[in-house]
């Protein structure tokens, strides 16, 4: 059973940057496609960045070329590196793994993490 755990969300200004971690339980952390979602009142989760079992990333345009998704198999971690942060930005973060060859929607993830509230002031 694959456990998920993000941390570093905070408050930043806008144009600034800010590094969210998913730590992951498990022995098999590198067969598993990993994502990350974000979430505003009201609304579904919305995909942000996916990297997948080969290498290979995947962004939602609206974040494409400020963020950047890392993975460490090592540290059976994963990373989102976001700069140039929007106010439109601000979201509850999400990490989910997936057992799927390319998943983008959020019902293609088995398991999700807590969120990592992030605010981005104007």
């Known amino acids: 059973q694959v456990q998920l755990v993000e941390s570093g969300g905070g408050l930043v200004q806008a144009g600034g940057s800010l590094r969210l971690s998913c730590a992951v339980s498990g022995r098999t952390f590198s067969s598993y496609v990993m994502g990350w979602f974000r979430q505003t009142p009201g609304n579904e989760r919305e995909f942000v960045a996916r990297?997948?079992?080969?290498?290979?990333?995947y962004y939602a345009d609206s974040v494409k070329g400020r963020f950047t998704i890392s993975r460490d198999n090592a540290k059976n971690a994963v990373y989102l590196q976001m700069n140039s942060l929007k106010p439109e930005d601000t979201a509850v973060y999400y990490c989910?793994?997936?057992?799927?060859?390319?998943?983008?929607?959020?019902?293609?993830?088995?398991?999700w993490g807590q969120g990592t509230q992030v605010t981005v002031s104007s």
């Open positions: 989910a793994s997936s057992t799927r060859w390319s998943p983008t929607y959020e019902y293609q993830y088995e398991t």
């Open positions: 990297f997948g079992r080969s290498g290979s990333t």
